[in-house]
Nanobody, 121 residues
Framework: VQLQASGGGLVQAGGSLRLSCAAS????????RGWFRQAPGKEREFVVG????????VYADSVKGRFTISRDNAKNTVYLQMDSLKPEDTAVYYC???????????????WGQGTHVTVSS
């Protein structure tokens, strides 16, 4: 079972990036999916979660209105559209999945390998 995150990179403040997390090895259509991030010198934090069918989402206050999560169960993939990026969004972004249909992820069962996002001022 593998979660493969991609789409990170370097972008100027105010810019956009789209992250993808493709799952393989099993179907995750009944799993909650989401993203966490870890900035240099800080603990990993929850960013956003989406429930099994995409009907419910949960966002950290710091990204509300700027980030949008979506999922395509046919492709076993979750996306994170990040707009109006700020330097404080700089972090390694990790996708995650948990064996619950809900959007709130506290203890993921699976982690992706992380993708770097750097936002310059």
């Amino acid at each position: 079972v593998q979660l493969q995150a991609s789409g990170g990179g370097l972008v100027q403040a105010g810019g956009s990036l789209r992250l993808s997390c493709a799952a393989s090895g099993r179907a995750f259509s009944t799993y909650g999916r989401g993203w966490f991030r870890q900035a240099p010198g800080k603990e990993r934090e929850f960013v956003v979660g989406i429930n099994w069918n995409g009907a419910n989402t949960v966002y950290a206050d710091s990204v509300k209105g700027r980030f949008t999560i979506s999922r395509d169960n046919a492709k076993n993939t979750v996306y994170l559209q990040m707009d109006s990026l700020k330097p404080e969004d700089t972090a390694v972004y990790y996708c995650a999945a948990h064996a619950s249909i809900g959007a709130t992820i506290t203890s993921p069962n699976y982690w992706g390998q992380g993708t770097h996002v750097t936002v310059s001022s």
